[in-house]
């Protein structure tokens, strides 16, 4: 007697290789990009899609920069969890831009204007940096992980000492923070 087998026909799985995805997903990305560019056009169409223009080039900036930065970082540390904001310069950024308004009030603050204070920023952001990984890979003997380590302590002092000096400042001065911060810290 020869058994009945009651095998059923496994559906196809479609496969695409990594480059026919990539394509795919470019294609996606453009599509957006074209639909963030031309929803809800009215008045000015010139200074609008010129605005688009540069938000989305800036988007697209970012993006790119930040990819570049965590694939070269996963690179060095040969681990695919780490991200660059475990050292803390976000951290640091956002305890800068806090005492910048705790000590200098708002008034103060405004006096440096936009692109100073982009260009004042940048410079203690740099200078911190490279003091900080000097002082952590020359000659001190420390090595990949114990640098991690550090960068992970560093980055929680900051984000502790500002969010302390963040409850010290008035409600005008906290809010006067959070366009700047907005992005590091979406949910607060």
């Not at 997903?25 to 223009?53: C, D, E, P, T, W």
Request: proline share 4%.
């Amino acid at each position: 007697m020869h058994a009945e087998s009651s095998v059923t026909p496994q559906p196809h799985k479609v496969s695409f290789s990594p480059a026919k995805r990539l394509c795919l997903l470019a294609l996606v990305v453009v599509a957006l990009m074209a639909i963030f560019m031309l929803i809800n056009l009215q008045g000015n169409i010139s200074y609008i899609l010129k605005h688009r223009g540069q938000i989305l080039a800036t988007m697209v900036l970012v993006a790119f920069a930040s990819g570049i930065s965590t694939l070269l970082f996963q690179t060095i540390t040969q681990n695919r969890i780490l991200t660059p904001s475990v050292m803390g310069l976000e951290s640091l950024f956002v305890l800068l831009q806090t005492v910048l308004v705790f000590f200098l009030n708002i008034a103060g603050l405004g006096m440096f204007g936009t692109i100073g204070q982009f260009v004042g920023e940048t410079a203690l952001l740099v200078l911190f940096a490279t003091l900080l990984y000097r002082w952590l890979l020359s000659g001190a003997g420390l090595d990949l992980h114990r640098v991690l380590l550090i960068g992970l302590v560093f980055g929680t002092l900051f984000r502790s000492t500002a969010g302390l000096m963040q409850r010290l400042l008035s409600p005008g001065e906290f809010a006067a923070t959070k366009p700047n911060l907005r992005h590091l810290y979406p949910g607060r």
